[in-house]
């Protein structure tokens, strides 16, 4: 397995370090996993039981993602911004025979949510978890990691997109496996390498650099929860190298440099982006003030994760004005209003086929329109591609906001509104 490979290559080398102080080389790592895998075995954790965690990004919580693939289980990653309706709709549709949570976190009783879903859909065991309290056991005694088909669902990973409840893209080791490494290769990732993991860990992007650090033996830097000082402080203090990852974190780094005599980064490679277009003037800036290759972008969905990326290599007026190319193996069409394929430089749907497309939706009638007649998925998202072959995104089909990277679905919101007595009409 990529856990057992990368502890081999780089046994002492630091694979985690977090803002919390806990520490994990790809070695220790590699340990930590399978006692923990253990701990949930003999908690009665089997392969093929779905496990849905909403945990913050903890060393443990990278840990637990690595220890529930040895024993062969399906994930079912939530991120921290939802709530009892959104969880339980999620592990109900999953099929959750696991959920584990937090207990109090970031002034939110996640325990106590958990026991509510538990009780509402019924059959769902409860973890409730700190750091350094995952259920651990004898690593040693443990069968060999299971080895997935290369179609075996291993994740369920939910988005918010224009219907009104969260839809559950299934995705294999294969499919999330396939996008880190030539997207590393066109951020310049090396060994050693320090590369920031301060957002969500449970969002796709998180489960994607796990891969990532497996595949190119770089060191990810975790915060639990974003501060604007402490989090910087720390980024600078461990020498990140590719301080990621959209433009609320661009505009903090921005904000700590300006306060400061020395280079908040003086190793930094790149600003990795995503998750929504980066203005060009704030890339600018990025290159002027913090130096190194600035925001290099990338594009892509929950359903098929880092579709493009430009590389640190490219021009820079289009890593300004770009999601850079297509990733090797993606098949990336421009579809007009006619359902034609666009010329270039001509705005239309974006359509994909390629080795990080998801295998369906759990809800297996959103796939009748997902796919056209063609096989190709239909994003959503409207763009122009140019000659040689960089990518615009241009707006959306159906409405999207986006807040701090993440989709909220316009119509969920108007459908809630309409839901309360005391509204008589609502737009959104």
């Excluded at 779905?50 to 913050?56: A, E, N, R």
């Excluded at 224009?162 to 299934?170: E, Y």
């Excluded at 489960?207 to 501060?227: K, N």
């Amino acid at each position: 397995t990529l856990i057992e490979e990368a502890a081999e290559r780089w046994p002492d080398e630091p694979m985690l370090v977090s803002r919390q102080g806990d520490t994990a080389t790809f070695g220790e790592y590699r340990s930590r996993v399978r006692a923990m895998a253990a701990g949930l075995h003999d908690a009665g954790v089997r392969r093929g039981d779905v496990v849905t965690w909403i945990l913050p990004t903890w060393v443990d919580t990278v840990v637990l993602a690595g220890a529930l693939s040895h024993l062969g289980a399906v994930q079912n990653p939530i991120i921290g911004i939802y709530r009892h309706r959104e969880v339980a709709f999620c592990a109900r549709q999953a099929g959750a025979k696991f959920l584990i949570s937090p207990g109090v976190f970031g002034g939110f009783d996640y325990g106590a949510m958990a026991a509510d879903v538990a009780a509402e859909i019924g059959d769902v065991q409860t973890l409730v978890v700190a750091p350094g309290s995952f259920p651990t056991g004898n690593g040693d005694a443990l069968a060999p990691a299971v080895e997935p088909a290369p179609e075996e669902v291993r994740w369920i990973c939910y988005t918010s997109g224009t219907t009104a409840d969260p839809k559950g893209a299934m995705h294999a080791d294969q499919t999330v496996g396939s996008f880190p490494d030539p997207m590393a290769e066109r951020l310049d990732v090396q060994p050693g390498d320090r590369y920031s993991l301060v957002f969500p860990f449970p969002h796709i992007g998180g489960i994607g650099l796990l891969f990532m650090a497996l595949q190119r033996g770089c060191t990810h830097l975790l915060d639990e929860a974003v501060d604007p000082v402490a989090t910087i402080d720390f980024l600078s203090a461990e020498g990140c190298t590719h301080a990621g990852t959209g433009t609320p974190f661009f505009l903090m780094y921005l904000a700590a440099q300006e306060a400061r005599d020395t280079p908040l980064f003086p190793d930094l490679k790149v600003c990795p982006g995503g998750g929504a277009p980066i203005p060009p003037a704030l890339h600018a800036r990025l290159v002027n003030e913090l130096g190194g290759a600035g925001a290099v972008s990338g594009w892509g969905l929950t359903e098929a994760p880092e579709l493009t990326n430009g590389d640190v290599t490219d021009p820079n007026e289009k890593i300004a004005t770009t999601e850079g190319r297509p990733l090797p193996g993606v098949d990336l069409i421009a579809v007009n209003s006619s359902g034609d394929r666009c010329a270039p430089n001509e705005e239309g749907e974006l359509r994909v086929k390629g080795p990080q497309l998801m295998l369906g939706y759990v809800d297996a009638a959103l796939n009748d329109t997902a796919f056209d007649a063609e096989g190709y998925y239909r994003t959503g998202d409207l763009g122009v591609m140019d000659a040689e072959g960089f990518v615009r995104i241009t707006g959306r089909l159906k409405d999207i906001i986006i807040r701090n990277g993440e989709n909220i679905s316009a119509q969920e919101v108007e459908d809630l509104l309409f839901a309360m007595t005391s509204i008589a009409d609502a737009t959104v």
